[in-house]
């Protein structure tokens, strides 16, 4: 069974302090791992997708980075706008099976 | 583009009672998710449709709940009878194709007294 693992569950940073949140995985047959933010009372906005091991995404402040085994969304110089949780999911498994499984998500809070 | 909308935002029912939720996908995308979040667990897959033919409903928790996709447009998760353990939050997701990604609507919010 596939499983997504997210840590820390929860991190607090202040306006400027650069960080990283990790989401280990373990699936058979990884065909694309997902990063996506979510605000309170709203749905899951999508970030990036990350394909294979080594590849890198950045979208201003936010990297991410993949692993055989791991994924990293690097956080630079964060502002307060970016409090929020954020999501990581794998699609994983061959043919038509296209089902996203998610961690639990990891909940930023960045003090101005 | 408009994105994924849901209906009702929020529904409080009593258990018994039959809900019925309502997903309209982004224009053009075939394809077309069901997730469920219940209090502090991860979103968890119900099922997909490709089209209007289910794809994979390996999800779904027991025959209380029935999903269908009538012409391929809209979508319509009912809930009969409503049991305590199906309160959550309820997201519908769609892309255009399996390997593009999902884009989420903001979900309802269902309660069951």
């Known amino acids: 069974e596939d499983q997504v693992t997210q840590s820390p569950e929860a991190l607090r940073l202040q306006e400027g302090e650069s960080s990283s949140l990790n989401c280990s995985y373990t699936?058979?047959?990884?065909?694309?791992l997902f990063w996506y933010r979510q605000d309170p009372g709203k749905g899951p906005e999508f970030l990036f997708t990350l394909y294979s091991a080594g590849e890198e995404k950045e979208k201003e402040r936010l990297k991410a980075t993949l692993t055989k085994k791991e994924s990293f969304l690097h956080i630079t110089a964060p502002k307060p706008e970016d409090s929020a949780t954020y999501l990581c999911?794998?699609?994983?498994?061959?043919?038509?099976?296209?089902?996203?499984?998610f961690g639990k998500g990891i909940t930023l809070s960045v003090r101005p | 583009e408009a994105g994924v909308t849901q209906f009702p935002s929020h529904s409080v029912i009593e258990k018994g009672q039959t809900v019925t939720l309502r997903c309209d996908p982004i224009?053009?995308?075939?394809?077309l998710y069901w997730y469920r979040r219940v209090m502090g667990k991860e979103i968890k897959f119900l099922l997909h449709?490709?089209?209007?033919?289910?794809?994979?409903e390996s999800g779904m928790p027991n025959n209380r709940f029935l999903a269908e996709r009538t012409g391929g447009t809209y979508s319509t998760l009912k809930v009969q009878p409503a049991e305590l353990e199906d309160s959550g939050v309820y997201f519908c997701?769609?892309?255009?194709?399996?390997?593009?990604?999902?884009?989420f609507g903001d979900g309802t919010r269902l309660s069951i007294l």
């Open positions: 999911a794998v699609q994983a498994g061959a043919g038509a099976n296209s089902k996203l499984t």
């Open positions: 449709f490709v089209k209007e033919s289910k794809q994979d």
């Open positions: 699936v058979s047959g990884l065909r694309g």
């Open positions: 997701a769609s892309s255009r194709s399996s390997n593009q990604p999902q884009h």
């Open positions: 224009s053009g995308h075939d394809n």
